[in-house]
């Protein structure tokens, strides 16, 4: 496993981290959960990802539990807040109440002193960012946060915050947790040439476009038990999968076929060819998802082959 600097901090992840929505506390079992974690624990894995509003916590209560046996120094472990956790005019949101509460209930469902990164899940529109900020500062100054990164922001909204921490001396952003994978792209164009200017690293989720990047559900099949089948993704796969897609599938596995490594560790390879990329999130199931997933990190794509691969995704 490799390891790559988080922004322009010091702290160190694993390229492959393993992230616990839509997984622990509701479609994988606690047994199986603790053991998917503690293989990617033996594989290197250093950096474990989740949120308060997965499962209502239970994502985070399974996920630490399964980090328990372990050195706590020698992991990373995260959470969020932003979603809705009641139904309370101020049980969501980025609020200075919203953000202690969570952090206070989250650290204590993990049973841990601290979190290394805790993430602004969304933005805020009716928060100003200078409270959130500022908020998430006091928390790092006393210990219970490390680092803060944001999710699912644009290039304005990051921008804006990066220029409120200078102006009042604030704990700035270090990482970014947007969705990034061959089939969505978006922040090539502005979020990571932001991100890059000020230090700001990316760790990516549906990397593997919620399972259509294995192949598994070529000709709109969607297979019960597959992360398609769940609710929160089966729209959005069965909007995404048309004729086009499949075509590109179909030639990114034989490509795959060709270099002798399978569709999902070409797909992970490929979001690794981005500096920016700290690490992207994959959320497996079971021991033999992550150790597949991991394999990834060995794989380095060279010019010829990262070119190729952009042949057929402009299709």
């Known amino acids: 496993m ?3 600097r988080l922004g322009r901090s010091g702290l160190k992840v694993s390229e492959i981290s393993l992230g616990s929505w839509l997984t622990f506390g509701k479609t994988v079992d606690e047994n199986m959960a603790a053991k998917t974690v503690h293989k990617a624990y033996e594989l290197g894995i250093n950096f474990f990802d989740s949120a308060n509003v997965y499962e209502r916590g239970e994502g985070e209560r399974i996920l630490a539990s399964a980090l328990k046996e372990y050195r706590r120094e020698s992991y990373c472990i995260t959470t969020k807040a932003f979603g809705a956790m009641g139904d309370g005019p101020n049980d969501r949101g980025l609020s200075r109440k919203h953000i202690i509460e969570q952090v206070h209930a989250s650290l204590k469902r993990m ?8 993430y602004c899940h969304r933005y805020d529109e009716d928060t100003p960012v200078d409270e959130t900020l ?12 490390l680092y803060v990164g944001v999710s699912e922001w644009s290039a304005a909204q990051i921008q804006e915050a990066i220029a409120i921490a200078d102006k009042n001396l ?5 990482v970014n947790q947007p969705q990034y994978n061959m089939l969505h792209r978006d922040i090539e164009d502005e979020i990571i040439p932001v991100c890059e200017k000020n230090g700001i690293s990316q760790v990516v989720y549906s990397p593997l476009a919620q399972g259509v990047l294995t192949g598994k559900y070529r000709g709109g099949t969607i297979p019960s038990g597959s992360r398609g089948a769940n609710s929160q993704v089966n729209t959005w796969v069965k909007n995404i999968i048309n004729g086009i897609v499949s075509t590109k599938i179909d030639r990114l596995e034989e490509f795959s076929n060709e270099l002798g490594v399978s569709l999902p560790e070409l797909a992970l390879a490929w979001i690794l060819r981005q500096h920016n990329v700290a690490s992207t999130l994959v959320g497996a ?11 990834a990190s060995d794989l380095v794509l060279g010019f010829e082959e990262i070119k ?6 402009t299709v």
């Open 170 to 174: 604030l704990d700035r952003i270090i």
């Open 285 to 295: 199931t079971n021991p033999e998802q992550i150790e597949a997933n991991a394999k």
């Open 134 to 145: 500022r908020a998430i500062d006091d928390l790092i100054r006393q210990g219970k946060i």
């Open 111 to 118: 049973d841990l002193d601290y979190v290394d990164v805790f």
């Open 308 to 313: 190729r691969i952009e042949a057929i995704l």
């Open 2 to 4: 490799k390891y790559r």
